[in-house]
T-cell receptor, first 115, second 109 residues
Framework: KAGVTQTPRYLIKTRGQQVTLSCSPI?????VSWYQQTPGQGLQFLFE???????NKGNFPGRFSGRQFSNSRSEMNVSTLELGDSALYLC??????????????FGPGTRLTVL | AQRVTQPEKLLSVFKGAPVELKCNYS??????LFWYVQYSRQRLQLLLR??SRESIKGFTADLNKGETSFHLKKPFAQEEDSAMYYC???????????FGTGTRLQVFP
């Protein structure tokens, strides 16, 4: 099976712009989670989606939003970008919800740089 | 509050030496604990989960609820074990993971 894929892999934006990142989970996985990874804060949970519903949200401002489509693909959006949003954004998928199996498989990440 | 603490940022050992990467957690409910590893230029991947009670690549980890710890151990470190190791806390019936800050393990020849 193909692993979790994320597009684009690298992105450069300027302050005030918005950005959309995409994640395709492993085939059959219905749960998708997003994390932000920075040198200062480490890995922080952003949101979790299952069957197109947000089940959990981390402690991030409303500029960070996401959604999940019927095919389980997910997108996250960051509006009004700030310099501090520069980070590696990781997506993970799992089978949870179908068999209870909750091992999460991570994608390679999207490296966002805000100038 | 849910929290994971990895006190060591860097752990350096020589090949063949025992390794113990420490992880302590804070959670009022029934925890699910994981160890994830990130090798250089590779994606984050699961190494161990406490409910499996298995040994992967010679690593083991035992959940100690009394000490709220989930330390990762290996009796004889190998150079290929050099990587970043993250301890993570999962909560019941969600995929939300709370990660520790990670420990970089360096194994010298």
């Amino acid at each position: 099976k193909a692993g979790v894929t994320q597009t684009p892999r690298y992105l450069i934006k300027t302050r005030g712009q918005q950005v959309t990142l995409s994640c395709s989970p492993i085939s059959g996985h219905r749960s998708v989670s997003w994390y932000q990874q920075t040198p200062g804060q480490g890995l922080q949970f952003l949101f979790e989606y299952f069957s197109e519903t947000q089940r959990n949200k981390g402690n991030f401002p409303g500029r960070f939003s996401g959604r999940q489509f019927s095919n389980s693909r997910s997108e996250m959006n960051v509006s009004t970008l700030e310099l501090g949003d520069s980070a590696l954004y990781l997506c993970a998928s799992s089978l949870r919800g179908t068999s209870g199996e909750n091992t999460q498989y991570f994608g390679p990440g999207t490296r966002l740089t805000v100038l | 509050a849910q929290r994971v603490t990895q006190p060591e940022k860097l752990l350096s050992v020589f090949k063949g030496a025992p390794v113990e990467l420490k992880c302590n957690y804070s959670y009022s409910g029934s925890p699910e604990l994981f160890w994830y590893v990130q090798y250089s230029r590779q994606r984050l991947q699961l190494l161990l989960r406490h409910i499996s009670r298995e040994s992967i690549k010679g690593f083991t980890a035992d959940l100690n609820k009394g000490e709220t710890s989930f330390h990762l151990k290996k009796p004889f470190a190998q150079e290929e074990d050099s990587a970043m190791y993250y301890c993570a806390l999962g909560t019941y019936n969600t995929d939300k993971l709370i990660f520790g800050t990670g420990t970089r393990l360096q194994v010298f020849p």
